[in-house]
Nanobody
Framework: QVQLVESGGGLVQPGGSLRLSCAISGSISHVYTMGWYRQAPGKQRESVAEIISSGRTNYADSVKGRFTISRDNAEKTVYLQMSSLRPEDTAVYYC?????????WGQGTQVTVSS
């Protein structure tokens, strides 16, 4: 059973930076994608960034050039480095792993961008 635990969220001023971490437990030897999603109040959950098994990365247009997704295979951890944060980045951020046709989710971590 794959389990995900996010950390690193918090309150940050506009223009600031945060790094989210997602610790993964369980077997992930056949993971196809690892990614980050977010959900703001009253909005649908949206994809922010993903890293495919080949190593290719994809980003939402709204975060390109500001966010970077990376992974540490040895530590079984996925990161999201967020820079130049904006108030509209405020949301609960969720880690996602897709393996064997199944999605796994973490419990989410709150990111609030406000002065």
């Amino acid at each position: 059973q794959v389990q995900l635990v996010e950390s690193g969220g918090g309150l940050v001023q506009p223009g600031g930076s945060l790094r989210l971490s997602c610790a993964i437990s369980g077997s992930i030897s056949h993971v196809y994608t690892m990614g980050w999603y977010r959900q703001a109040p009253g909005k649908q959950r949206e994809s922010v960034a993903e890293i495919i098994s080949s190593g290719r990365t994809n980003y939402a247009d709204s975060v390109k050039g500001r966010f970077t997704i990376s992974r540490d295979n040895a530590e079984k951890t996925v990161y999201l480095q967020m820079s130049s944060l904006r108030p509209e980045d405020t949301a609960v951020y969720y880690c996602n792993v897709y393996q064997y046709g199944q999605d796994y989710w973490g419990q989410g971590t709150q990111v609030t961008v406000s002065s």
